[in-house]
């Protein structure tokens, strides 16, 4: 008789990937190791796709995308949209401000997350905020 043993990082990621209610597939496994293997990270899907190739894990960029998506939609990852065709994706799914410099293809959390969110945003009445999305764009000095 064989014991197979599983990593501790694989047995979070079913756990979370079950908690989710998100089925457990080897891509999205390969992915999601690779994305929270390094703590909190802004990735888009071809950062991603770069980084797994380079790590001998050979996936399709569809694949990526579409996993990314799924993970966003089952809330194991947060989208922050920057423009009409950039997406990046947080794994700090909490509401925090982000800096986007579009010449470096870049995205940061703000240092200074002190202002309250809720300024920003009295709703409507009859509507009540469920999110908030901040995006500061940045170019380098010499560029403005
Ligand atoms: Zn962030």
Not at 44 to 67: F, G, P, Q, R, V
């Amino acid at each position: 008789m064989s014991t197979i043993t599983i990593p501790d990082r694989s047995i979070c990621l079913i756990n979370k990937f079950r908690e989710a209610g998100l089925r457990i597939t080897k891509q999205r496994c390969l992915i999601a190791e690779h994305l929270f293997s390094g703590g909190h990270r802004h990735v888009d899907a071809a950062m991603l796709y770069s980084e797994l190739l380079a790590n001998d894990k050979h996936l399709s960029l569809a694949t990526i995308y579409n996993a990314l998506r799924d993970f966003e939609q089952h809330n194991l990852i947060r989208r922050v949209a920057v423009s009409a065709d950039k997406v990046w994706y947080d794994t700090d799914i909490g509401d925090h401000r982000h800096f986007y410099v579009p010449a470096e293809n870049r995205i940061m959390d703000c240092p200074d997350q002190k202002l309250p969110l809720t300024k920003f945003a009295d709703p409507p009445k009859g509507y009540k905020v469920t999110s908030i999305d901040i995006v500061v764009h940045l170019a380098p000095e010499d560029q403005c």
